[in-house]
């Protein structure tokens, strides 16, 4: 998918232009409505984020991809209850997601739910998953597609991690 690659090359105009072309000839693409929402989280546009991430979801309720951007959204929007809700259904659908773990920890934070912060953040240390999901030293991590995940701080790629099974499943591939 084109947008794709604008959205990878951090071009948000035009993946947007791409997703909402792709949406007008296919109007029930679950994944160009997630992507639609992830392009609109990249810059900061967060009602427009949470209408197409929401309608991803009516569409395909089973991808938990989309409930953890709905989580990320809301706590940017300052809803951690509403953000919790969406983090624990996804959690539910992909226990080993340690991006929903740590943004659940931090909507229990808000919440002033600290037990339940603490068992979220216990689960990251005990993967070992704790940097990774916080971003540690590579930046931060940022949804990009329907299992893969950008490792970048802002402004620079550092390459494209696909995140399936276990740690020996695990593949890395580079992008320029």
Known sequence: MLGEIYLFKSDVPSALEQFNQELALNPIAWDAYWRLGDAYTRIEKWNEAEKALKQSVWLNPDFSGAYILLGKV???????????????????????????????????????????????????????????????????????????????????????????????????????
């Open 74 to 176: 809301e706590l940017k929007k300052g809803d951690a209850d509403l953000a919790a809700g969406f983090l624990e259904r996804a959690i539910k659908m992909d226990p080993n997601n340690y991006s929903a773990h740590y943004l659940l920890g931090t909507a229990y934070k808000q919440l002033g739910r600290q037990q339940d912060a603490a068992k979220a953040e216990k689960i990251l240390v005990e993967s070992g998953r704790a940097g990774v999901a916080t971003g540690g030293i590579k930046g931060r991590i940022a949804l990009f597609s329907p299992g893969f995940y950008t490792l970048h701080q802002p402004g620079q790629v550092d390459g494209l991690r696909h995140l399936r099974g276990s740690e020996d499943d695990q593949q890395v591939s580079h992008a320029g």
